[in-house]
């Protein structure tokens, strides 16, 4: 329930005031204690790649362009750039609050009162003109302006603007957010593409290997060197690389599918050139100190955002405790014949009017709005801890991963070399009747698994380099 006030002696406004003050809840004080270590464990210096533009950072031109049409045609971007318009207008529609609002009015109707009235008794004997008495039924015309206009003692109005346009702010830190995670998503589908097409082409030639060891151990089973079992054999691991050939071509297709929907277009063919997996070499990462996630991350900047929002929030709920002022007033003209309308100053028309409202019984309502906005507050502020320790766990996370990554990548590739001598090692013993079938096979299939298992570690290097840098609050710049 709301008093309202109007010839408001100042003695009892003053007491108003001091009551509305007085009752008024405190706010929750939330400040952020949480704490980021001085350094990460791998760190050496302050220099941050995330600092770098993504045009810098990526090097293979064919995904610099795939980057590009995905800044223009994401759906997701697009989405995101039709939130940011919504809170910008939510921005004009506080503003708009804190001025009068001056509307333009008119009226026409009819009006006829009891006879048996106050007002009816009156008009029987009263003129409306001289020597004609007010009739019956009485028009009525009017035109004019009308304002009203709450003045914004205790802020409440400000801080709505001033949430408004910080979660404006925030809605740009958002779409930032969103431009990080999808340069990395399409850079990560671009190296997992490039290097199916590069097991695509360790199988191809595995197959072509395998096709003509097929032959040779036919024409030795003719020649009585060896059974119908070790043709079979062979036929079975032919068999066995075909068949992962098309599961490859499978893999593909759906992560050129993935691309494009990413782009924003229909299935078509990537762009891209195998080659540059092979020749490209990860790029270095310098991950700086961890307080630079906090100006770097997009969504650490939003969660910032959001609980500042939040505390505007609650400084508007806790105003509704306070007494308002709210003016409100008319200017035009008004007369029962349109004869008259216009006629200055006998059918003009004003008024001033200053309403006090203050909040004295029933208060739940506002009460629990207000509680509401400092549950939010802690939300948000909770919401912005569990952001910051995200962001540096995903950091320290990828900064181990890439350091091991390397090693695996090294030991690996000792791997292939071995096993690839191996091949030859065996072809020639089993030429010689030194070695048996099974050993040449399985030389065979532990060299092709080695050389795809180093493409898949080679692109997990670019992976993890690429999501190091998202990490860090790289690729929205």
Known sequence: MRLIIRNIPLGFLLICITYASCTAPKAVQTTNTQALPQSYSAATDT????????????????????????????????????????????????SGK???????????????????????????????????????HLNDYMVGFQSSWEADIWGKLHNAKKAAATRYLGSIEGKNFVITNLIAEIANTYYELLA???????????????????????????????????????EAQLYNSQGLEFELLQNIAENE?????????????????????????PSSIKIGIPSQILKNRPDIKQAELELFAT?????AAQAEFYPSLNVSGSLGYQAFKTAYLFTTPQSMLYSLVGDLTVPLINRSAIKAEF???????????????????NGYVEVS????????????????????????????????????????????????????????ELIEAKKNQFNAVTNIYKALGGGWK
């Open 47 to 94: 220099t941050n790649s995330a600092q770098l533009k993504w045009r810098e950072f990526f090097a293979d031109k064919n995904l610099v362009a795939l980057i590009d049409t995905a800044l223009k045609n994401n759906l997701d971007v697009l989405t995101t750039l039709q939130e940011i318009e919504v809170a910008k207008n939510n921005v004009r529609l506080k």
């Open 98 to 136: 804190l001025f009068p609002t001056i509307t333009g009015a008119g009226s026409a109707g009819i009006t006829k009162v009891g006879h048996y009235t106050s007002q009816g008794a009156g008009d029987a004997s009263a003129d409306i003109t001289p020597g004609q008495l007010v009739p019956e």
């Open 196 to 234: 199916l097409d590069n097991q695509l082409a360790i199988i191809r030639e595995t197959i072509q290997l395998q096709k003509n060891g097929l032959e040779i151990v036919k024409a030795q089973k003719d020649a009585a060197v060896v059974t119908e079992l070790a043709v079979k054999q062979f």
């Open 257 to 281: 599918n993935n691309i494009n929907t990413l782009l924003g277009r229909f299935p078509q063919k990537i762009a891209r050139d195998k080659e540059t997996f092979t020749a490209q070499i």
């Open 311 to 315: 505390k505007c929030d609650v400084k």
């Open 371 to 389: 509680k509401n906005a400092n549950a939010y507050q802690l939300e948000a502020l909770y919401n912005y801890q569990k952001t910051i320790l």
């Open 397 to 452: 996370n990828e900064m181990s991963n890439i350091n091991h990554l390397e090693q695996s990548y090294s030991l690996k590739a000792k791997e292939v070399e071995a096993l690839t001598k191996s091949i030859e090692i065996s072809n020639d013993l089993f030429k010689s009747a030194r070695a048996t079938y099974l050993e040449v096979l399985m030389a065979q299939r532990d060299a092709l698994s080695s050389r795809l």
